[in-house]
């Protein structure tokens, strides 16, 4: 992406590893000699953060875009400074799903009805006589089958209401729930991307800055190739990069699209970048803003019922708290955050398509998730299950995208797209992580080398 200067990722010299904490992650990908043999040559490296800074800086030039395969006799392309956070998030749900203002105020509203009403019903059964309760007991054991009818009907209302406002999601073809007008979500869009801007006002790359160019072209590239599908074509796509370390990007509704700097810091090269901007906006062309506030909502509805039910049933306010804490992890994390890693994987798999349509190289996809999560292991950052989690683990990712890279592949030849020469850049990295636990077998860490675990200063060999 800048410059001349090639510096490679995970190889070297078995005197490699003592170094291990020092002064650079290099980028991804040195390739074999070109008769075939693997060869390991020295290259320049300079201090820097996790991956090194190549000696000429990225404002001064870019060379032309080239969407080619990974890893052809010219070397990797190199990686920047990188400051890595716990993990790499894409389209958080707070940006990348707004939702309906009559919702963010209604919301609270309706579950403090639910707690005065449960609250209301406790006090209400206390206070009655024993002879009464007696009395109301045996009223319910005669009309149970009433009642069973009314809370059947109710079930089958919300069952109808579910069924009624299912769509088909574009591409996948996937059923969808959609409770919120899509016109709602256009408004609101808007009103987001007046907020980031005004947020991201004085850090905004201007568009003589080369790498505010390289996304304009990877993005410009990857809607030009998927101009056959309706919703790619259809929404405008408006590119802004934010001067911001955090490994991230979004893109909004409306197809405005963000791009931090520190995510151009991590990928090690164009079709790594390529397919992480194809991912985000596959979160915008499968509408799953409108989907993840659709489905969070209609569980919201639903739970307070057993809000109520909580706060009617708990002999004191104390466990209805508890009560009503247990009620919304168990509903976060059996519904909002595996429907969250479903969309995830869904995007990862659509944004996969629509790099092999630009000729990408696909294979990188799963590379740039072993490096992140080689990153964090260097890192000393906690492995958290994925259960945790809204996005899946990086190691997951990439398995998942090495299944789906067989068909991406077929994809990109009936597209006409040249062949991929060069060696397959997973092949590359799974050889040099070898080389590199090989080569720091019986070695340890020197003590010299401690620092502070949030700013590591990694030092690898290069090749």
Not at 31 to 51: D, L, M, T
Not at 238 to 245: A, F
Not at 347 to 376: P, T
Not at 386 to 405: G, K, Q, V
Request: net charge positive; hydrophobic share 40%.
């Amino acid at each position: 992406l800048s410059g001349n200067t090639r510096n490679c990722f995970l190889t070297g010299n078995p005197d490699s590893y003592r170094n291990l904490i020092g002064k650079g992650l290099r980028c991804l990908l040195e390739v074999p000699h070109i008769n075939g043999q693997e060869v390991y040559r020295n290259a320049n490296h300079s201090s820097g953060g996790f991956f090194s800074q190549t000696s000429q800086p990225l404002g001064e030039k870019i060379p032309p875009l080239l969407i080619s395969s990974v890893g052809q006799p010219t070397g990797c392309l190199a990686a920047w400074n990188i400051q890595i956070n716990k993990s790499f998030h894409t389209s958080p749900s707070l940006q990348a799903a707004p939702v309906p203002l009559f919702w963010i105020i209604v919301k609270p509203a309706q579950k403090l009805l639910a707690i005065i009403l449960g609250r209301s019903i406790r006090n209400w059964w206390k206070a009655l006589p024993p002879n009464k309760r007696e009395l109301f007991k045996e009223s319910a054991r005669k009309n149970k089958w009433k009642i069973l009818l009314g809370v059947s009907s109710l079930g089958v209302v919300f069952i109808m209401f579910y069924f009624t406002h299912l769509e088909e999601t574009p591409i996948t073809g996937r059923a969808r729930l959609l409770v919120f007008g899509k016109e709602h979500f256009r408004e609101l869009s808007q009103m987001e991307y007046d907020m980031w801007m005004e947020q991201f006002k004085s850090q905004m790359l201007p568009e003589t800055d080369a790498r505010y160019q390289v996304v304009e072209r990877v993005v410009g590239h990857l809607s030009e190739s998927n101009k056959d599908i309706p919703q790619v074509s259809a929404l405008k796509w408006v590119i802004h990069v934010v001067d911001e370390p955090g490994v991230n990007a979004f893109v909004l509704p409306n197809g405005q699209v963000f791009v931090f700097t520190g995510l151009l810091d991590a990928v090690s090269d164009i079709h790594q970048l390529s397919f992480i901007l194809g991912h985000e906006i596959a979160h915008a062309v499968l509408e799953h803003a409108v989907k993840k506030a659709s489905l969070v909502h209609f569980l919201d509805f639903l739970s307070l019922i057993f809000l109520t039910m909580i706060w009617a049933i708990c002999p004191r306010d104390s466990l209805a708290v508890v009560g009503q804490w247990i009620q919304s992890k168990l509903q976060e994390f059996m519904f909002d955050r595996p429907y969250s890693r479903t969309l995830e994987a869904e995007a990862d798999k659509v944004g996969l398509q629509f790099a092999a349509k630009a000729c990408v190289d696909v294979r990188a996809s799963s590379v740039f998730w072993q490096q992140m999560e080689l990153a964090e292991a260097i890192q000393g950052q906690p492995k958290l299950p994925e259960w945790l989690s809204t996005h899946p683990s990086h190691e997951n990712r990439a398995e998942h995208l090495d299944r789906l890279i067989p068909e991406a592949l077929k994809i990109r030849e009936s597209c006409n797209c040249p062949s991929l020469s060069g060696p397959d850049p997973r092949l590359i990295f799974k050889l040099n992580m070898q080389h590199l636990l090989e080569s720091s077998k019986g070695r340890g860490l020197p003590n010299s080398t401690k620092q502070d675990p949030s700013k590591p200063k990694l030092d690898f060999p290069h090749t």
